[in-house]
């Protein structure tokens, strides 16, 4: 097993949606290996409050105000990071939301906006950072969030799927690409399990439908893994050179295998008993 300071100790690292849960949890876990953090959120106090607290015990941190929907809010982002920190070693497009209810229940706005967030946010993250890695030619690393979520189907929680099967296909797009490009950049999908967050109560979906599975998710929240935790295992997976990093291996590879079985044998997808 490789030592994760060892490989990102002394870095820079950049993570959007770093003011709570796992981008939070990432964040402190990089701090705590020696790298310097740069968190970009939405909600500003959130993030000030989190690279405070690591300006306190030691770490260079900041805090920038960013939007993941705009382009320009993230490349902004990048721009000061390289300017404040140095070069970005290790890049997190982590930014994301949930949204509850039948698929013909989904205003189109939430539609619009979990799709944004989620898949353009991760894309306006990799078409930023992605050059100035390049450019600044030393080794760097891109994670991008995926989920459980991003391996198999479930009802009433759509687009929240959609979202993280796209993201996992660009993430795997992208680890192609830049080979084919010779850049010294690895790339990596993150598919959490059930880590402690603020995920599902900020999730959209009120409807009744929507409702049952937003009470469903919190009864799997109570037994979620603490953030730092999560961020330790995944720390640990990438110093090995994994490509997937989960936090709930065991979880991920049940999922992994069922689906791998539903696609070799062409079969429709099921209802879990309990749905
Ligand atoms: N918590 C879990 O169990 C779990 C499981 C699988 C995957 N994930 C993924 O982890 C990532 C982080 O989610 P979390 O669970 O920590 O949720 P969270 O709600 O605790 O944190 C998400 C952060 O993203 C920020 N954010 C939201 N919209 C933004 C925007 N437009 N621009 C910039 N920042 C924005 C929020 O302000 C918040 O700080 C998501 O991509 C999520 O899908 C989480």
Partial sequence: MTDARSVFGGGV??????????????????????????IADIDME???????????????????????????????????????????????NNAGVEQFGYLWEVPAEDWQRVLDINVTGVFNGVRSVVPRMAEAGIPAHIWNLSSIGGIGAAPRQAPYIVSKHSTLALTECLKLEVEAAGYDITVAAVLPGPVVSRIFERAGGDS?????????????????????????????????????LSTHPEMT???????????????????????
């Fill in 13 to 38: 690292l950049a993570v959007t949606g770093g003011g709570s849960g796992v981008g939070e949890g990432l964040a402190r876990y990089g701090a705590s290996l020696g790298m310097k953090v740069a």
């Fill in 46 to 92: 959130a993030a000030r409050a989190v690279a405070d607290d690591l300006v306190a015990s030691g770490t260079d941190a900041i805090a920038v105000h960013t939007d993941v929907r705009d382009a320009g809010s993230v490349d902004a982002f990048f721009a000061t990071v390289y300017d404040t920190l140095g070069p970005v070693t290790l890049a997190i």
């Fill in 253 to 275: 590879g049940y999922l992994m295998n069922g689906r791998a079985e539903q696609l070799r044998a062409q079969s429709a997808p099921q209802l879990p008993v309990e749905a």
């Fill in 208 to 244: 009744e439908a929507g409702a049952l599975e937003r009470e469903a998710m919190f009864k799997v929240g109570e037994s979620a893994m603490p953030a730092l935790e999560a961020a330790e295992r995944i720390f640990a997976q990438a110093a090995d050179g994994a490509f997937y």
